[in-house]
């Protein structure tokens, strides 16, 4: 017979919270520029094509 291990899900504290909201606004952040670079690039490029 096998131990029955403890399935209880564990909790965020307010902290985890904090940094995980840190976490995901950057990714968002990052995303935003990177989207916005491209954007540009592809709007100078049709630009000079004409």
């Known amino acids: 017979m096998t131990a029955r291990k403890n399935t209880t899900p564990k909790t965020l504290s307010r ?13 968002v952040v990052i995303a935003g520029i990177g989207f916005a ?14």
Request: net charge neutral; aromatic share 4%; proline share 0%.
């Open 37 to 50: 670079g491209s954007y540009a690039a592809v709007r100078d490029l049709a630009l000079d094509k004409g």
């Open 15 to 27: 902290g985890h919270h904090v940094l995980a909201g840190v976490v995901v606004t950057g990714a």
